[in-house]
């Protein structure tokens, strides 16, 4: 069965400092791997998605994210924190009538 | 184009009452999934419409429903209703559901 494991559940980082955020998932195929990000109260946005190709996936707001086949990892990483970043991310995997998404990491970013 | 949306986006209802959330999907999109995400239970899938048919439905009791119209917008029922229905209802469509999901800003319900 399809899992993801976001094993940070919450993490605090100084503004403009870097950030990498963990991804962990199992699935029986290539799978579909997506970030999305949600501030309070909000639906959520995305951030960047891999189907194939290139490992390292460009998203919006600085963001990219590295797919690992060997380590089953979609880590997401920003060089630069801005206090706008803080939020919820949510890693998920698998296709829209099959997708799981994972528990979530809630980014604080300090002055 | 137009985002998805989601009206209303708050509710207050009582217990045993049932509610009916509706979704627009964006234009074009065809797809389109219902999620229920709470603090303790994060993101939950609830069902999945596509083309007016229901494709795919997570574990949730028979009081949670959904239908999806001719014009792809989508409506989800929860009768019955338990205090632990209170949550933010998400709705998500997509093309034809094997590609990019995009979110609505959601219904928070609250069930008193």
Same mark, same amino acid.
């Given at each position: 069965?399809?899992?993801?494991? &976001?094993?940070?559940i919450?993490i605090?980082?100084?503004?403009g400092?870097?950030?990498e ?8 195929a290539?799978?579909?791997l ?7 109260? &909000? ?14 996936? &460009?998203g919006?707001?600085?963001f ?9 990892s979609f ?8 206090w706008?970043?803080?939020?919820e991310?949510?890693?998920a995997?698998?296709a ?10 809630r ?5 | ?14 217990r ?11 234009s074009?999109?065809r ?8 603090p ?6 609830l069902?999945e419409?596509f ?15 959904g239908?999806?119209?001719?014009n792809s917008r ?12 209170s949550?933010l209802?998400?709705?998500a ?7 990019t999901?995009y ?5 928070r319900?609250t069930?008193?």
């Amino acid at each position: 069965a399809q899992s993801v494991t &976001q094993p940070d559940i919450h993490i605090t980082v100084s503004e403009g400092a870097s950030l990498e955020l963990r991804c962990n998932y199992s699935y029986g195929a290539t799978p579909y791997l997506f970030w999305y990000v949600q501030s309070p109260g &909000q639906g959520l946005q995305l951030l960047l998605k891999y189907f194939s190709g290139d490992t390292l996936v &460009q998203g919006i707001k600085g963001f990219e994210a590295e797919f690992k086949r060997s380590q089953s990892s979609f880590n997401l990483r920003k060089p630069s924190v801005h206090w706008s970043d803080a939020a919820e991310y949510f890693c998920a995997v698998g296709a829209t009538i099959d997708m799981r998404f994972g528990a979530g990491t809630r980014l604080t970013v300090k002055p | 184009k137009a985002g998805v949306t989601q009206t209303p986006r708050y509710l207050i209802k009582t217990r045993g009452q049932q509610v009916t959330l509706s979704c627009s999907p964006i234009s074009g999109h065809r797809s389109v999934s219902w999620y229920q995400q709470t603090p303790g239970q994060g993101l939950q899938f609830l069902f999945e419409y596509f083309s007016e048919t229901q494709r795919n439905k997570g574990n949730f009791p028979g009081r949670f429903s959904g239908r999806q119209f001719s014009n792809s917008r989508s409506e989800m029922n929860v009768s019955t209703l338990e205090l632990g229905d209170s949550a933010l209802y998400l709705c998500a469509s997509s093309i034809d559901g094997t590609d990019t999901q995009y979110f609505g800003p959601g219904t928070r319900l609250t069930v008193l």
